[in-house]
């Protein structure tokens, strides 16, 4: 992500100190041993001496390690082509060996020089859920019924290091798979899901089957809630475990930073996209658009930050205000009368300027340069538990967000053909290349293969992504009108409508 | 609004004591003798003699008058058939003598029976701004400008009293034209409206014309401000300027309640609909449906409700729980797991149930039947400062919001035809007819009419009126479909977008 964090880097708070927690099970995603095989950095400040197993302190050539996505395959040669910003080199998983689940098309490029290595992180996998117990809360059977399985697709945009993207790739997944748990039985139960539960640690002396439905008592009526919402809500508490296990290990590791996560869930016949922060999703459809995500920047997010910088002005630490102004207020136009708009307002009005309002606005800048507190260019995202205003030590995490939004697309509603897609981008992508370019190009490349040629989405991937990178001329990274290309990192995965393999 | 408020009238704390403020200026909205011509309500507890003008103390009669808007010129006799909830005669201003600006129609009709008198009100103006002064600052000559005028409606949907909507119905024009005031020169250059004006006390010694448009210092860019979005701002400050005339004058005056509104304004090519509540507003063109509105409700406004109640739990007085369940919790159902969702989540997960989620939640309820605490189904709107909770003094308004979403449409963008209208109604009109209905309700009225019958939008607006109140039949007010009408009350205008003759 292109100076989405102005100088939050050299603001992260080192730390030093305690060792993780050791892992209690190593199927929990937040046992530490389920951490990336990436080794975790040595803290930035002397460490004490760790005991109970942790990592021992690494070189500085270790701490400069990276990684790209294991189904990229990279040989050692491989990943120092990834990393070199000179060539930019577009990745995608090789044409032998395993291919990507669900016949998934993808290709990435690392930046042209903004961070040291390629920050976007990627993850396709197919998750396995099996059942914590039964809904009547005795334990499960072995043969008491079926698991689920979920497909899952995962981008991760990280700025100011990448850790965050990196420990999200790996874990998120985890994370939704252990919210799905609880669900396995009642989501392939046809009747509405039971608004109660049996306690967890529930006997069967406890079995009560008037639980399961309680009486109404005064309440006006009875909500339904649906098997999606489920989904909804695990993908939803998933993203919030995620932050909060980044916010407990980010002392013990490599947990620099933070990342937007765009994430996409195949169940049961319905795709779940969830999208915080500026990553992008859409579907190309017989040539029609569906966006399938929105974006969450400090411009779209602007009513939200100013009502808890007004609902909490001790969060602005006195330094900044929750107003917002067209431009930064002088102080010798106190007493005049200056635009501005509050959190309740969408449009602009004058008001006498006083002294508060002097200080920094909380929200300021225009598109790709709007900011919250003058430093990050994103509102929802993973990780960010260290980052601080450039110019002073306030936390910035408040502000910030973990909840995605989700939305929810039903397969089976639709008869897709081989050329309906959902495209999943990284701002590197969606900064260059509008909607409708995303769909010229979806057309002009899957046209040119065979229906059943398997090597047609990672092709379409990779053309997105030279797309949006263009080429070296004039010194600089240039697209075919001249324009300058993206000169961040880019990432695409490309996910075929029809199914794995329904059409074939 | 039926039901809208439950038992909330009774709740509502009675006031006697001090007279009103004493108007400064006949001119200025928060004057009290801009207040309806309606005589004040007595306190509703033995007053104390009130000195410095205070309006003597009325009989019970009194205090039952009410008012219709005056736009429909009734007679005595007029008003008594408009109070009538047996007959449920519609309203309309008469063929003959002064019709409404605009070619304006304007039906109305009383509820059937859930309050005692209707207590919707409307207005429909046309409104000369006066510029205050030029943008210099220096006091304005007579010559030196144009003024504007705009074209306003107004429909205000009273709840657990009509004081509010009556009051609001009188004044809020007035408030909009205060705010647009200083903007007179501004909106009517073409350049950009300056980011800074001089002090409201400049004089020409202070005037710097580098004051207009100061350097741009650290910030990163200047935000262009439309014209459009300052007629925005002005509209929204002036609902809270209502609000807040509301609260210091509800004392003295009779303003009990609240109102939902829902405002037009047409201004320099430019039709801006603001909404507070849920009345709505579409426009058909050509066939075509076109929102213009959203409706704001607890179910709407869950998430920025429950935020409010988590940020500030003081707001809850430890009665409520911020979050939602799909039914009341049990107390025997502590420690088993029951669905929620937080102020943060869409779908809905599972969670122990604990003390504190025996609380009643502040959102519950689904569609018309959605209460915050409880009490009111509405979540935006004028008024509601004396609101409380039904069983207990935990004040509510702090929960509603007064300010609208405005939307923006260019009638210059589009050659409009004479069938081509803007609909404003009340809940009682949309509660019983879908936007389909109402466009069919419009190409079929419309189509009898020839275009320049002056008559034809009335005939409109009565035809939406009738067909949503439906006539008595089977001990109910039914539909010819044989559902039940709505037994609300029920007020509807149509605007032409061809604008005031333009297609004579």
């Not at 530490?32 to 302190?57: C, I, M, N, Y």
């Not at 459809?285 to 100013?306: A, K, V, Y």
């Not at 909840?403 to 053909?417: A, K």
Request: charged fraction near 20%; include cysteine; hydrophobic fraction near 35%.
């Amino acid at each position: 992500m292109l100076n989405r964090v102005r100088s939050a880097v050299a603001h992260l708070v080192s730390s030093g100190g305690a060792p993780p927690p050791r892992p209690k099970s190593p199927d929990q995603p937040n046992a530490t041993s389920a951490l990336p095989v990436t080794p975790p950095e040595a803290p930035r400040s002397p460490a004490k001496a760790g005991s109970g197993g942790a990592a021992p302190a690494k070189t500085a050539e270790a701490r400069a390690s990276f990684s790209r996505p294991t189904f990229l395959q990279l040989s050692p040669g491989g990943l120092r082509r990834a990393d070199d910003h000179a060539g930019r080199t577009v990745q995608s998983p090789p044409d032998t060996g395993r291919r990507l689940p669900w016949r998934t098309g993808y290709a990435e490029v690392i930046n042209a020089g903004k961070s040291r290595h390629n920050e976007d992180q990627a993850c396709c996998e197919v998750v396995y859920v099996e059942g914590r117990r039964s809904v009547s809360g005795a334990p499960r059977e072995p043969s008491s019924g079926q698991g689920l399985c979920f497909y899952y697709w995962g981008l991760f945009d990280g700025h100011a290091g990448g850790g965050a993207a990196e420990m999200a790739s790996k874990l998120l997944h985890r994370h939704i798979r252990e919210q799905l748990k609880d669900l396995v039985e009642i989501l392939q139960d046809p009747s509405p899901p039971p608004l109660c539960l049996p306690s967890t640690s529930g006997t069967p002396g406890s079995l009560d089957p008037s639980h399961l439905v309680g009486p109404q008592s005064c309440f006006p009526s009875q909500k339904e809630v649906t098997h999606d919402s489920l989904v909804v809500g695990a993908i939803e508490n998933a993203f919030q475990l995620m932050d909060e296990q980044m916010a407990r290990e980010r002392h013990g590791h490599q947990v620099e930073g933070g990342c937007c996560a765009l994430v996409v869930v195949y169940l049961l016949g319905k795709v779940y996209v969830a999208n915080a922060g500026d990553s992008r999703a859409i579907i190309v459809r017989n040539g029609e658009i569906i966006p399938m995500s929105r974006e969450f920047t400090p411009e779209t997010e602007r009513q939200r930050l100013q009502l808890l910088g007004f609902l909490k002005p001790e969060l602005l630490g006195g330094e900044f205000t929750h107003l917002e102004f067209p431009r930064r207020v002088q102080p010798k136009e106190l007493g005049q009368r200056m635009l501005y708009r509050d959190q309740n307002m969408t449009g602009w009005a004058y008001k006498k300027i006083e002294l508060e309002d002097l200080r920094f606005p909380l929200v300021c800048g225009e598109g790709k340069k709007a900011r919250v507190m003058a430093t990050i260019g994103v509102t929802r995202g993973l990780g960010d538990h260290n980052l601080k205003v450039c110019t002073s030590s306030l936390p910035i995490k408040p502000f910030l967000s973990c909840f995605p939004e989700v939305q929810v697309y039903d397969l089976t509603q639709y008869e897709h053909c081989p050329d309906d897609v959902l495209v999943l981008g990284t701002d590197g992508l969606w900064d260059v290349t509008s909607d409708c370019e995303v769909a010229a190009t979806v057309d002009r490349v899957l046209s040119t293969y065979e229906p059943n040629d398997p090597s047609r989405y990672t092709a379409l991937a990779q053309a997105l992504v030279l797309g949006a990178r263009g080429t070296p001329r004039d010194r600089g990274w240039r697209l075919p009108n001249n324009k300058l290309g993206s000169g961040d990192d880019i990432s695409v995965f490309i996910i075929p409508l029809g199914g794995p393999g329904s059409y074939s």
